[in-house]
């Protein structure tokens, strides 16, 4: 077996758990561990990408999927008791994606307000602009 740095070490332990996994970008993804790199590098089977909005979420299937170390901000294993106990509501695919759609543009406005109000006050303000594509 490779030498793992003991982070990743850790990590072996999680094999074949149903992982929850935040990303640097703000994405959810919850699949089974199957395997991992010395750079904590994932792949993730029957993956799923969960939206949340408000009190609402969805869940978009994404099969197969594999993760670059560097982008995993949070992980932990979620089981079948904890997706019971959830506080939301689950809606569908459609309805997740036009929340999520509503969600940003409201973002986006706010942005565009501030910006506004900062330059009428001799501020300058650039918005954060770094999750464009999603827009």
């Known amino acids: 077996m490779a030498a793992f740095p ?4 850790s990590l072996l332990e999680e094999v074949d758990k149903r992982l929850l996994v935040v990303l640097r970008d703000g994405r959810t993804l ?9 750079f904590a590098n ?15 979420y969805g869940d978009i299937p994404k099969g197969v999927y594999v993760v670059r170390g560097e982008n995993v901000v949070l992980l932990g294993e979620v089981t079948q008791e904890k997706e019971n106990n959830l506080p939301l509501k689950r809606v569908s695919i459609k309805e997740i994606k036009e929340a999520q759609q509503k969600e940003q543009e409201s973002k986006l406005e706010h942005e565009k307000l501030l910006a506004k109000a900062l330059k009428e006050r001799g501020l300058n303000y650039i918005p954060d602009l770094s999750h464009d594509d999603m827009f």
């Open 30 to 38: 919850i699949g089974f561990l199957r395997s991992i790199d010395q």
């Open 42 to 56: 994932l792949v993730l089977h029957r993956t799923i990408e969960r939206i949340h909005v408000g009190q609402e």
């Open 6 to 9: 003991p982070g990743t070490a």
